[in-house]
């Protein structure tokens, strides 16, 4: 069973930055598609980033294009988001997934990842 950990979360002020991991193990040969989302309290889950195996290709939703980047290391099998410039608003839990989607319509709609992580705190004070 494909398991994901994600890891580095915390509480940080605003404008500080924050690596999260996720470290994927388990049968991965299924998947091609990685990805990141969040969700904030009183919210819905919403998509973040993805990369794929190949290429690899990366989408991002517009709101973090500029400032979060997602990125692999294949041979360790973990996936990271790099986020810069934090905001209150960027307060969520934040969630790993990983599925055999292809492009971010299909990775980022509803049902579109077949495993998730257990998530990890994100906390910007002002």
């Known amino acids: 069973q494909v398991r994901l950990v994600e890891s580095g979360g915390g509480l940080v002020q605003t404008g500080a930055s924050l690596r999260l991991s996720c470290a994927v193990s388990g049968p991965t040969f299924s998947i091609y598609t990685r990805g990141w989302f969040r969700q904030a309290p009183g919210k819905e889950r919403e998509f973040l980033a993805a990369?794929?195996?190949?290429?690899?290709?990366?989408y991002y939703t517009d709101s973090v294009k500029g400032r979060f980047t997602i990125s692999s290391d294949d041979a360790k099998n973990t996936v990271y988001l790099q986020m810069n410039n934090l905001k209150p608003e960027d307060t969520a839990v934040y969630y790993c997934?990983?599925?055999?989607?292809?492009?971010?319509?299909?990775?980022?709609?509803?049902?579109?990842?077949?495993?998730w992580g257990k998530g990890t705190l994100v906390t910007v004070s002002s």
């Open positions: 997934a990983a599925g055999n989607a292809i492009g971010m319509t299909a990775v980022a709609k509803r049902g579109g990842m077949d495993y």
């Open positions: 990369i794929s195996w190949a290429g690899p290709s990366t």
